[in-house]
């Protein structure tokens, strides 16, 4: 198992010192501290998750792929229970490369091209190619997915649609 903080604190709800640290430094967010209690009592030992990544209505945790169906849970139950909890919607990702995660967090809305522009004055952002089509298909409002991909990346994000 793999959490934000270590499984003693996951399992008894108070930080050691190293836990502490990792969330006073910024490593971790109050969020990871707040789902990993969750995510460990609800699941149990086996499951990991990276990161949590809050927006306005929305929680995004990012989890290797072997956990995502631990995390979400039969026919959702986990994650419903998690949303609840958190007072927020929540969408679990697989953890992986870039543009995976980028496929993922569109989803079920076609991804053309992820392009990276280069800027006159040195700068670049990435850009990204969605179906016109498949504009009423996102399930998050183009703000936040800009806002979680440039997290993830550490880029700049524009999303367009072709």
């Given at each position: 198992m793999?959490?934000?903080i270590c499984d003693v604190c996951a399992k008894t709800g108070v930080l050691c010192n190293g836990c502490e640290n990792k969330l006073s430094s910024g490593s971790?967010?109050?969020?990871?501290?707040?789902?990993?209690?969750?995510?460990?009592?609800?699941?149990?030992?086996?499951?990991?998750?990276?990161?949590?990544?809050e927006t306005e209505g929305h929680v995004i945790i990012l989890a290797p792929k072997e956990s995502l169906g631990k995390i979400i849970g039969r026919s959702g139950a986990t994650i419903n229970v998690i949303s609840r909890r958190i007072g927020k919607q929540v969408r679990v990702v697989g953890a992986g490369e870039l543009n995976e995660m980028i496929f993922d967090l569109i989803s079920p809305a076609r991804v053309l091209g992820i392009n990276?522009?280069?800027?006159?004055d040195g700068l670049t952002f990435q850009r990204i190619r969605v179906s016109r089509k498949d504009k009423p298909k996102l399930r998050l409002s183009l703000s936040d997915i800009e806002q979680l991909i440039s997290s993830i990346s550490k880029d700049k994000v524009e999303i367009v649609f072709d």
């Open positions: 793999t959490l934000p971790i967010s109050p969020l990871d501290v707040e789902l990993s209690k969750i995510v460990f009592e609800l699941s149990g030992e086996d499951v990991s998750f990276t990161k949590a990544i990276t522009v280069f800027m006159p």
